[in-house]
C-alpha cells in the first residue's frame, strides 16, 4: 500500500484526510526523533485541526512537524523500518483516538 509523507504541504495534508477517514497518520518532528513517533487515526481530532490561540495555518507540516499517512498500519510500519530499530515503530499511540493494530 501507498504511504504519503507530507512536508511543507497542509492543504495536501488536510485533503488526504478528508479522502482517507479510515486511515492513520504518525506526527514526527521534522529532523526525525525516533522517540517522537505518534501515531493517530486519520479522523483524530488533534491532528486535523488547528487549536485556538496554539497553532495557525502551516503548523501542520510546514514548520516543526511532517506528517506520515498510510491506509493502513502495516504499511506506516514499513516505512518506519527505514528509520529506526525500535521493536515497536510507534513511539507512543495518541490517547485521544487509541488507534488500534489491524
Same mark, same amino acid.
Given at each position: 500500500?501507498?504511504?504519503?509523507?507530507?512536508? =511543507?504541504?497542509?492543504? *495536501? !495534508?488536510?485533503?488526504?484526510?478528508?479522502?482517507?477517514?479510515?486511515?492513520?497518520? @504518525?506526527?514526527?518532528?521534522?529532523?526525525? =526523533?525516533?522517540? !517522537? @513517533?505518534?501515531?493517530?487515526?486519520?479522523?483524530?481530532?488533534?491532528?486535523?485541526? !488547528?487549536?485556538?490561540?496554539?497553532?495557525?495555518? *502551516? &503548523?501542520?507540516?510546514?514548520? *516543526?512537524?511532517?506528517? $506520515?499517512?498510510?491506509?493502513?498500519? &502495516?504499511? $506506516?510500519?514499513?516505512?518506519?523500518?527505514?528509520?529506526?530499530?525500535?521493536?515497536?515503530?510507534?513511539?507512543?499511540?495518541?490517547? $485521544?483516538?487509541?488507534?488500534?493494530?489491524?
Amino acid at each position: 500500500m501507498t504511504v504519503w509523507h507530507f512536508v =511543507d504541504d497542509d492543504a *495536501g !495534508y488536510l485533503d488526504w484526510l478528508k479522502q482517507h477517514p479510515f486511515g492513520f497518520v @504518525v506526527n514526527l518532528r521534522r529532523s526525525f =526523533d525516533p522517540d !517522537y @513517533v505518534v501515531l493517530h487515526c486519520a479522523s483524530c481530532v488533534s491532528i486535523q485541526r !488547528y487549536p485556538k490561540m496554539k497553532s495557525e495555518p *502551516g &503548523g501542520f507540516t510546514e514548520r *516543526g512537524y511532517t506528517k $506520515l499517512c498510510g491506509e493502513s498500519l &502495516g504499511s $506506516l510500519e514499513q516505512e518506519l523500518e527505514r528509520f529506526t530499530t525500535r521493536p515497536e515503530p510507534f513511539s507512543k499511540r495518541c490517547s $485521544l483516538c487509541m488507534p488500534k493494530s489491524e
